[in-house]
């Protein structure tokens, strides 16, 4: 049994050509429900091509209405070039962004932290001196410490912490596949979700190629034990194929931060392209009856 997402025919949000800081391009969105609402941070590049962070809002998931002023902007040695690509966990009643600071000195993981989406405390740089990206954090403790993704080229590697904020005893869970369409290096996407069957990872591979192909699947690790791959998808649950996934700043690409369950269906919303975002779905019922047949 293999799992396909179904495209929502259109991309949902695009640039605007007269705001400066997006008018070149928004992808890689964070998006979370909280009962009533879609939030959703976007990263968003514009005339100087440095990533800030913007925020739009939804009833139904599909229309968004945004703010004209980025929420969250580089405010540091470590964000010269920018901030990237967030992901959104709400662990208790605060959300927890972490992303990606990119400057001279690399790509660092770092974190940031809202009741609101709009005040931020900001707690810095959580991963030091290693080039690293593509974290996501577990909703809740597992055996009573937080657990981190993240991505050392070019496996998908776990950290473990008591506090948010020091992060040790990493480990790698899951490395690119000769002869897959996972080949070169892969990495988290969306925060992980729980299931009775164990947590559900939306990840992304990226194949070898002249221009390397970005394509989605889906990872299942133990519940109490998430360093243990239960499953991994054979084929890819989504692959570049709509003109605007194609052709864009960077082609052939379709790269997700976020999954969200609602009304019988995880919602994931994609970059494409690193140039719009999109949508596309897939039914719970049919995806947990991929991860218990393991």
Sequence with gaps: MELKLQRYPRPILEPVPWHSWENKCVFNCAVVHDGKLFHMLYRAQGEDMVSRIGYAVS???????????PVFTPASAYELYGVEDPRI???????????TAYSPKGTRISLASTDNFFVWERHGVVIHDINNKDAALFPEK??????????????????????????????????????YWDNLKIGAGAPPIKTPYGWLLLYHGVERADRPIYRLGFILLDLNDPTKVLKRSEEPILEPKEEWEVFGVVPNVVFSDAMVEYQGKYFVYYGAADTCICLATIGVEETLEWCEKI
């Design 89 to 99: 966990t709400k662990i208790n009643e605060k959300y927890y962004m972490l992303y």
């Design 59 to 69: 009833k139904d998931g599909y229309t968004f209405n945004r703010f004209e002023r």
């Design 142 to 179: 597992i055996n009573n410490r937080y657990v981190m993704l993240h991505r050392i080229e070019p496996d998908i590697w776990l950290a473990f912490s008591d506090d948010l904020i020091h992060w040790i005893d990493f480990v790698s869970i899951a490395k690119p596949r000769e002869g």
